[in-house]
């Protein structure tokens, strides 16, 4: 198996554009999770999907983030417009909702809002 | 609010053990993590112990839970320099299949 995909690896953009992350989840997985790094603050959980359904996105910063899961194949992270304090590492991960719940994250996107 | 507090920085020499601390606010947590991320790469689950457990051992690496106390250690026998990483405690909310939540990290170093 591939892992869990996650595109781009790098972006950079400028402050008010918008910005895509994509997110492929492992084949069989119902569970798919957005999070976010930085230094300052850690690994947040912006939202989470069971079954393409947002079961939690009360981590989602303000209405300039969205996510969409439109198949048990893909989902998207957007940001619009983007600001310099989005600037941070973007890990997507999928977990089957098995008794322990092992989550396998992605190797993330890392955003540069300039 | 729920909180998983470690340490920011450890460092040890290669063959020593290295103890990394954690503590948490949730008393029904279910299930308690310890997650490794090397540079550049997402996190990779290490072990997990269920809260009604007080030791798991899986090779070098013992697990204890005092529960009592909110605190969880993660101990790694025989250090190696591959083992420069950061660690990640996490728990995982009572009622809650998918919310985790997760400690800032603590970066070991392992010097030769």
């Known amino acids: 198996d591939a892992g869990v995909i996650q595109s781009p690896r790098h972006e950079v953009t400028e402050m008010g554009q918008e910005v895509t992350l994509r997110c492929k989840p492992i084949s069989g997985h119902d569970y798919l999770f957005w999070y976010r790094q930085t230094m300052m603050r850690g690994l947040e959980l912006l939202i989470y999907f069971n079954n393409n359904v947002p079961i939690d996105d009360s981590g989602m910063p303000e209405d300039r983030f969205s996510a969409k899961m439109p198949n048990a194949s893909f989902s998207t992270l957007k940001i619009q417009p983007s600001e310099p304090r989005d600037s941070a590492v973007y890990f997507c991960?999928?977990?089957?909702?098995?008794?322990?719940?092992?989550?396998?994250f992605g190797p993330g996107t890392r955003l540069t809002v300039l | 609010g729920e909180d998983v507090e470690q340490s920011l920085f450890l460092s040890v020499r290669e063959g020593d053990s290295s103890v990394i601390n954690c503590t948490y606010t949730d008393s029904s947590s279910t299930y308690l993590y310890w997650y490794k991320q090397e540079p550049g790469a997402g996190l990779q689950l290490l072990t997990y112990i269920f809260s009604n457990m007080d030791m798991k051992q899986d090779q070098r690496l013992t697990v204890l839970l005092n529960k009592k106390d909110k605190h969880l250690s993660l101990r790694i026998a025989d250090t190696q320099t591959g083992d420069s990483a950061i660690y990640f405690c996490?728990?995982?909310?009572?009622?809650?299949?998918?919310?985790?939540?997760f400690g800032k990290g603590t970066k070991l170093s392992v010097k030769p």
């Open positions: 991960a999928s977990s089957q909702g098995t008794v322990y719940n092992e989550q396998f």
């Open positions: 996490a728990e995982r909310l009572g009622g809650s299949q998918g919310n985790l939540i």
